[in-house]
């Protein structure tokens, strides 16, 4: 067995092709394990947790670029590291809009009729040009990248607010419009529910649960994870409540969040109180006293549930499996006592935390309630432990899990292997932009675990909760029927599959104790609604879309028939950052 690699200084590839490529090599006769992933720290720890680590991929920075290849021969590595250059070099093909790419944003602006939107999806260290670049055009933008710098945040979603433009995020996963599904989002019937939502995953789940419940969604918008912080004051989603409020198809707002700043909540709630339409506040973790048209939820699962009922007037009905927790308890041995959460979904990670406190106390994780429950790595777990492997340290210069679920496969059978390991909690997110058949992957893993551990005498419950509907294009009902067959439990919401981890956990001897909920003060008396013509027009539709960095995005966006020019982009002076900042001295 050899290790070999080749380190290619500041060189760029996009995620996806970088996953193509590493797939690809590893099923090249005589490799045993294969790697493409930029040279980031928390690639190169999991490159060594993998039997990947040479001495010049421990050398290599995170501008580089790391091939590395396991083999049966020195051949077998040469041949696979021959071939995974040859892969990268080769040209892309025009994902949409025929075969001619445009280079700028402005000039696929031109090129397209009716632009009016821009997604971005490049690396976080270029995203904030081509955001500018963006607005330039008079383009609004949503901008999936994340690792923007504050600062950079702050700037550009003052420059979209001088213009009456919408800037969603950085690193804003979801958003619907008008029926479009930009990014990871979920296929949903149009209706009277209009979201907006600092929190990817917590639209999909809301989205997709008044969905199941019978009504539908007329726009969600996504503000990016740190909108409602003190320094960003909320801009995004102030002007997105302010174009929901006056669209003619909203009749209920949702607000979804992590605990936002008190001041920023405060004025987002006494907005909300100016908006003639009823409007369901979850900042989870927090309590929202209701006051007039305003309610509160404490999860995703109850936010969807008041929307529903508001929009219908009736409870909705939601799909539903039978579980018992004693009995699931009951088959432990002694030795299991630790949920293991490993989750896709960033706020579905921080509501299972939330919940999970309650049976089992205090949770260790990368995004943990407190710092003092900060894991040292996320990539080891210890006592209680909930994941958020969509996190950065999991997604610089690799994919997503909702794309790419390789880590978390390995991460499975790894915790499935530890005797104290009680319950594995997962997550699968179905929708647009999302892996094609995500149960189809993990299914072999989770049966595999169970196997293992049934070797090793013991029981393993899996218990997971699907985010979707029956729309989406992997279908919800047979990815349920695929994990069910691989023995999961599956359950509705993340709340729900929360708390039956929780509950067989408390079973086998943990105690856990509420968490008080963090007090948002009343609502701010602030001046009225802002005015957004532009974004009440980006509203009324359609919306073109120009496409600058990932292109599975394009595609997935002219399936569903949306107007799409994607952009043949490349980083500025090829990425390499010595002659960036020459030329960010020439341009100053």
Sequence with gaps: MVVRSVIKPSAYADSVALMLVQREVRALPGVQEAGAVMGTEANKELLKDAGLLTPEVEAAGPNDLILVVRADSEQAAAAA???????????REAAAGGDYRPRTVASAARMLEGANLALVSVP??????????ALDAGLHVMLF?????????????QAAAARDLLLMGPDCGTAILGGAALGFANRVRRGAVGIVGAAGTGIQQVASLVHLGGAGISHALGTGGRDLHRGVGGLTARAALAALAADPRTEVIVLVSKPPDPQVASTLLGLARQVPKPTVAAFLGAAVTGEGRVRGAATLEEAARVAVQLATGRE???????????????RLAPSQKFIRGLYSGGTLCYEALLLLERYVGPVWSNTPLDPDRALESGTRSREHTVVDMGADEFTVGRLHPMLDPTLRIQRILREADDPEVAVLLLDVVLGYGAHPDPARELAPAIRQARE???AAGRWLPVVVSVCGTEEDPQDYHTQVATLVD??????????????????????????GRERPPVQVPPPAEVGPLPDAPRIRSLLDGPVHVVNVGLEMFARSLADQGVPVVDVDWQPPAGGDRRLMDILDKLNA
Aim: charged share 25%; no cysteine; aromatic share 4%.
């Design 124 to 133: 976080g260290r270029f995203a904030a040009g081509v955001a500018r670049e």
């Design 316 to 330: 909705p009905r939601w799909p539903h499996w039978e579980a018992l927790p004693a009995q699931e308890a009951a």
């Design 452 to 454: 293992r551990a049934r």
């Design 81 to 91: 590291l021959e071939r995974a250059q040859a892969l990268l070099a080769r040209p």
């Design 145 to 157: 990248s994340d690792n923007v710098p504050l600062d950079a945040e702050i700037s550009l979603k």
């Design 486 to 511: 691989a023995g999961a439990i599956v359950q509705a919401t993340n709340a729900q599959a929360a708390r039956l981890a929780g509950l067989i956990a408390e079973a086998a001897g943990s105690r």
